[in-house]
């Protein structure tokens, strides 16, 4: 995808010796640099690497580029280190969110924390009691029911954007996008004042009505993505030979966009499972296990974790990263599995690069 | 021969119309448009069920709500003002967006004009990972692990540039811990991805020719970047920031735990501990809040809705705007 210098030859075909030992010296010498000035003066590494590191990496880049192709070099130099340094940084900071979570969810995860609840567990018990079945389950349940609801309805909605004549369909499309930053606790605000006007309690039933808005706009627009994908032709040729509207829908349009519209669920759930503030305003926490979502309390991961987050004992922290872990690792499953499913066809990536080959 | 065909009565024009004719067409398409409107129905029952419960606060509270800086609930008539906490809310989405910012436009140069092919997927994967990460969690990894780290950074910036206003701070006693710079940066990592996602797709729909000929004319990467691909994706970038910002404003348990809350204005020291977020204040007080102050939160929570709603609207249209092959 790179424009200059040319990917298709090899890129070190063209780079003489001399030149191989300028760039290899370029990439290690601040380094270095910043690694003696580090240790023999004790200065911070933060300040180190964005006081020392860069200035001198800006320098020996310009340098190693202005050998090679005059001034033009110097800004290529400049430009990629920049770009290169800032992007590392989000990389650390993601790796950095990985890794702890990995490091310190380790030690509460066991089979244990996974299947038990937390009835009879105080901030100081051992962490060979307790765990998080009783909110994977709710979570599960909420998730679920937020899912059988709002999945039609987001599918019903991508089909009206793309299948549809109507004129308002822009308006429905910037208002669906305009849902989709709604703030979460909104969400939760909204459902808690519906059911103070109609004197609901507060129940798990609550907690995914609360998620339905926040789950929708991701379901309706990447449905819609994926519907877009499939050619018009196909469409097209169904109606002339004299399909009605919804049989070239369901026999042509939707067998063609499956793993797409898979997708569109896969991610909606990813996006309202870790949800937060939602669940906190509108589902009575619980420490013991309930399957009845329609009342009474009920435990999610997410409020799992809120509820031992800020604690000071030690163990109560380890809950909060095993629930935190057991949470990513549902995350994670729902994110591999959307990235299989745009694999095999490439559905997702074919548009770009029809259009950046022209 | 032109006469006859002046002459010649015009045609009537034929009616076209392509509605649906079958039952089974018209259930089909009346279910999608149903569910269409649905979006409408449901922006609208949000606003007047948040109104419903919000009028007494609102009708008790007047204008102050929003400008005034005092929330006491043990005086008589009760006070429920959330001027700073409005204020701080745009402070920590402002400093969201200038951290922000920066990293993701060179994270969408990265993945589309530096890396090969395979690993700028990936590249692209990972960004989609950081949009996956549950607000909770940053949180805990935001209090457990960034917030030493941040502190850190704030006091650097304080001995070393402490001169300008920004970096000010009263004291240094309380370690740096809880000011607006840190929830900036929680913030802007979960901002990073939405603002990559949408400048990646405008640079990858950039005309090819056009960058090369920039470069063919002798042009290097910087002077590119500069003159060709920034002004031709401004647009599209200025919108993802909105929807980020709007993002920002909304989030509640990401920054709960790292921020100190504080009913006093905090015009512009970041590094103070003395911070606002509607969300989150919301969150603080909804546990022991009374009739009368849940009113209020939901007031709150409307006044975040509007203002949310307005820079996600303006935001779209920005979006569709600078994006025209999406549309149909």
Redesign the interface.
């Known amino acids: 995808m790179s424009f200059a210098p040319r990917p298709s030859v090899q890129p070190w075909a063209r780079v003489n010796k001399s030149r191989r030992y300028q760039i290899f010296l370029a990439s290690v010498l601040p380094l270095t640099v910043t690694a003696l000035i580090m240790v023999f003066s004790g200065l911070d590494q933060n300040l180190a690497l964005v006081g020392v590191f860069l200035p001198l990496q800006l320098v020996a880049a310009s340098l190693v580029g202005h050998l090679a192709f005059g001034r033009r070099g110097v800004g290529d130099s400049l430009l990629i280190v920049l770009v290169v340094f800032l992007s590392t940084f989000v990389l650390v900071l993601l790796v950095s969110v990985l890794v702890s979570l990995a490091s310190q969810g380790a030690k509460a995860f066991s089979w244990t924390f996974l299947s038990q609840n937390n009835i009879y567990v105080s901030n100081t018990t051992s962490l060979d009691y307790g765990g998080v079945g009783h909110a994977m389950i709710g979570t599960l349940m909420i998730v679920g029911l937020t899912t059988v609801v709002t999945v039609p309805l987001g599918l019903a909605m991508a089909v009206y954007l793309t299948q549809s004549t109507s004129r308002t369909k822009g308006l429905v499309r910037t208002l669906t996008q305009a849902i989709s930053g709604l703030p979460s606790v909104v969400a939760g605000l909204f459902i808690m004042s519906l059911a103070l006007t109609l004197g609901w309690e507060r129940s798990g039933l609550l907690g995914s009505m609360a998620l339905l808005p926040l789950m929708l706009p991701t379901v309706a627009r990447v449905a819609e993505e994926a519907l877009r994908l499939v050619p018009v032709d196909l469409r097209y040729a169904a109606l002339a030979l004299g399909a009605p509207n919804y049989r070239a829908f369901f026999q042509v349009v939707l067998p063609a966009a499956k793993s797409g519209l898979v997708t569109a669920i896969l991610l909606g759930v990813a996006r309202i499972i870790g949800e937060t503030a939602p669940l906190l305003l509108t589902v009575p926490i619980n420490n013991g296990t309930s399957l009845n979502i329609f009342s009474g309390n009920m435990m999610t991961l997410p409020a799992y974790i809120y509820g031992y987050l800020a604690s000071v004992f030690e163990t109560s922290q380890n809950r909060a990263w095993g629930g935190a872990l057991v949470l990513m690792i549902l995350v994670g499953l729902l994110f591999g599995a959307t990235r299989l499913l745009s694999r095999p066809k490439s559905l997702k990536s074919k548009p770009i690069k029809q259009k950046a080959s022209k | 021969m032109s006469e006859s065909s002046v002459t010649k009565p015009a045609p009537v024009r034929r009616k076209l119309s ?1 509605g ?3 039952t ?2 018209k ?3 009346g ?10 129905v ?2 609208a ?2 606003l007047i ?2 109104l ?3 009028l007494p606060a609102l009708s008790s509270q007047g204008l102050p709500f929003i400008f005034g800086t005092e929330w006491n609930n043990a005086k008589d008539p009760i006070v429920m003002q959330i001027g700073p906490m409005i204020w701080g809310s745009l402070l920590i989405g402002a400093l969201g967006v200038v951290f922000a910012t ?2 993701a436009v ?2 969408a ?2 993945i ?6 395979r690993s ?2 990936a ?1 692209a ?6 949009a ?10 935001g ?4 917030t030493p ?1 941040a502190a ?2 704030s006091s ?1 910036l304080n001995s ?1 540039l402490g001169w300008i206003p920004l970096f000010q701070v009263s004291t240094v006693d309380n370690g740096f811990l809880g000011s607006p710079f840190i929830a900036g940066w929680i913030v802007a ?1 979960m901002i ?1 991805p939405i603002i990559t996602s949408i400048t990646r ?1 405008v640079f ?2 950039l005309d ?1 020719d056009l ?2 000929g920039a ?1 063919a004319l ?6 590119t ?1 500069r003159r060709v691909i920034f002004p031709t994706s401004s647009g599209a970038v200025v919108g993802g920031v909105l ?1 980020g910002l ?2 920002a ?5 990401a920054i709960f ?1 790292v921020l100190q809350l504080s009913f006093d204005f905090n015009w512009g020291q970041i590094l103070e501990p003395k911070g606002g977020a509607v ?1 989150s204040m ?2 603080s007080k ?1 546990g022991e809040a009374s009739q009368a102050e ?1 009113s209020g ?2 007031a709150a ?1 409307l006044v ?2 509007i203002l ?2 307005c ?3 303006v ?3 920005i ?2 705007r600078a994006q025209p ?1 999406r549309k ?1």
């Open positions: 392509a649906p004719l079958s089974g067409d259930l089909f398409f279910t999608a448009s149903i569910a269409a409107n649905f979006a409408f449901l922006v029952t949000i069920f948040l419903i419960q919000a920066p990293l060179s994270l140069y990265l589309v004009f530096m890396l090969p092919d700028s997927k590249a994967s990972l960004v989609d990972l950081l996956a990460l549950p607000s909770v969690i940053l949180g805990l990894w209090l457990l692990v960034f780290v850190q950074w650097i070393n990592i990073v797709e990858s729909q090819r960058i090369n470069l002798g042009g290097s990467r910087l002077s970047f929807l709007g993002r404003l909304g989030e509640t348990v735990y969300a919301i969150l909804f849940v939160l939901i929570g975040l809705f949310t709603l820079i996600n609207f935001a779209s249209v979006v569709n092959w149909d």
